[in-house]
């Protein structure tokens, strides 16, 4: 502790900056201005995905493709307008984030029983948390208090977001980025045990790689054409696609993962022994993927005077 005080004061006052912003979130943070937020988000995330099983996963992705963006603030949800420019129409989202209806239909709902109170940026944390345990996968106990932005980055959104194509180095740097680190970036990307995939985005993979298992590689092709069919979709997890567990990483060791970027992970290199232990050890993946999102969830917020509590989640106020 003595130490301490031979450091610069700048150095002392991005401590205090750092920590300030975390500080701010509060698991009851709505315990008094809307005690029963819980109870009016949970019933709309099942009823979606009991409709449409594959909602959970895009649910889920909403966060993470926000939070790579300026930080969990909500940005994502912004629609173009004539004078605004947001983060929809970015290479990695368009014809491809969903879910926007389901916010909707959350903020809606929200608004009735607790109007202006609730910022869209917790309502994504939320939904991510009630998707995973939806889905079969843990429970934790979500950080809020974040505020909504009033700007977007359409460049963020195509420059901060790996890309299926991403090579391990690529996936560490992105994820390195945003705070997080390569045993985050490993549990985090667990993620794809739920979901699936349009063919664009895995074509040259099960058509010109050699690191694919190759029943599986001709089996994806009847359903990915080489020259057509860029939106069919195939589940990133072919064993359990709509159930949150460990078997994405078993498919990486026998070589079936989907995406380049999946394969990645388990492809002689540094993150080769987590994949293996994850493939072993389901809670260890629970316990580390909980840690990690927890973490994402933390980039770069606004909280307190900043930003705002939209009435729209697609619009500024």
Known sequence: MASMVQFPSIFLLLLITLGST?????SNYYSKTCPNLFNVIRPVVQAAISKEKR????LLRLLFHDCFV??????????????????KNAKPNKNSVRGFEVIDQIKTAVERVCPGVVSCADILVITARDSVVTLGGPT???????RDSRTASFSGANNNIPPPTSSLSNLISKFSAQGLSTKDMVALVGAHTIGQAR???FRKR???EKNIDASFAQARKSNC???????????????TPTGFDNNYYKNLINLKGLLHSDQQLFSNGSTDSQVQFYAQ?????NNDFVTAIIKMGSINLLTGSNGEIRKNCRKIN
């Open 225 to 239: 054409p080489k020259s057509s069919g860029d939106n069919n979709l195939s589940p990133l997890d072919l064993q």
């Open 55 to 58: 909602m959970g996963a895009s």
């Open 281 to 285: 050890n389901t809670n260890s993946f």
């Open 199 to 201: 063919c664009t985005t």
């Open 70 to 87: 300026q930080g969990c603030d909500a940005s994502l949800l912004l629609d173009d307008t004539r004078n605004f420019k947001g983060e």
């Open 22 to 26: 975390s500080a701010q979130l509060s």
């Open 206 to 208: 099960i058509y010109k």
């Open 140 to 146: 934790w106990s979500v950080n809020l208090g974040r």
